[in-house]
T-cell receptor, first 118, second 109 residues
Framework: GAVVSQHPSRVICKSGTSVKIECRSL??????MFWYRQFPKKSLMLMAT?????????EQGVEKDKFLINHASLTLSTLTVTSAHPEDSSFYIC??????????????FGPGTRLTVT | GQNIDQPTEMTATEGAIVQINCTYQ??????LFWYQQHAGEAPTFLSY????GLEEKGRFSSFLSRSKGYSYLLLKELQMKDSASYLC??????????FGKGTKLSVKP
């Protein structure tokens, strides 16, 4: 099946610094990638949708200047958390939709990145 | 608005059958997904329904009624490894997935 990787899997950073998370589709081309955030015991909340070669679409309440998304190629999207604060500590998960589509344009999820801001 | 409801927690016994319900009210509908998520891991795809009826896949089945805005996930012959959170998600008119809060299932011996 389709594989999506994320790097790093865990990161600890100091307050005020920036962190970049990479999301890669390993064996398919992804025209659309999604970034989610999940707090403990909560559901996945969509942060933004990114399409290759264009600006990301952010969900209401998500600061685009704080969460920078770059979808530079059909296999790579990056999320940069700028000037991180402890309240940004969360589980960040990306997913990618296969360009070739299929019956239901399934989204494939990455393994997630656990961010801890101290 | 968008609203997806599912029970917060459920407990069942190994070998039994459990049904996890999901009701939804969304501005658009392009299919309903069920995902399994173990703690600290990403969700894994279980099933997809876009037409009314039952979809069966091994020990897992999923049902959809679009007129009622209702779906359920049925797990048979429960195993200890089935202990996880089960997420109901609806694909809206924009193509993105809208997730429910998830149902934490605990399977007891």
């Amino acid at each position: 099946g389709a594989v999506v990787s994320q790097h790093p899997s865990r990161v600890i950073c100091k307050s005020g610094t920036s962190v970049k998370i990479e999301c890669r589709s390993l064996d398919f081309q992804a025209t659309t990638m999604f970034w989610y955030r999940q707090f403990p015991k909560k559901s996945l909340m969509l942060m933004a949708t990114s399409n290759e070669g264009s600006k990301a679409t952010y969900e209401q309440g998500v600061e685009k200047d704080k969460f920078l998304i770059n979808h530079a190629s059909l296999t790579l999207s990056t999320l940069t958390v700028t000037s991180a604060h402890p309240e940004d500590s969360s589980f960040y998960i990306c997913s990618a939709r296969d360009k070739s589509g299929g019956a239901h344009y399934e989204q494939y999820f990455g393994p997630g990145t656990r961010l801890t801001v101290t | 608005g968008q609203n997806i409801d599912q029970p917060t927690e459920m407990t069942a016994t190994e070998g039994a059958i459990v049904q996890i319900n999901c009701t939804y009210q969304t501005s658009g509908f392009n299919g309903l997904f069920w995902y399994q998520q173990h703690a600290g891991e990403a969700p894994t795809f279980l099933s997809y329904n876009v037409l009314d009826g039952l979809e069966e896949k091994g020990r897992f089945s999923s049902f959809l009624s679009r007129s009622k805005g209702y779906s359920y996930l049925l797990l048979k012959e429960l195993q200890m490894k089935d202990s996880a959170s089960y997420l109901c998600a609806v694909r809206g008119s924009q193509g993105n997935l809208i997730f429910g809060k998830g149902t934490k299932l605990s399977v007891k011996p």
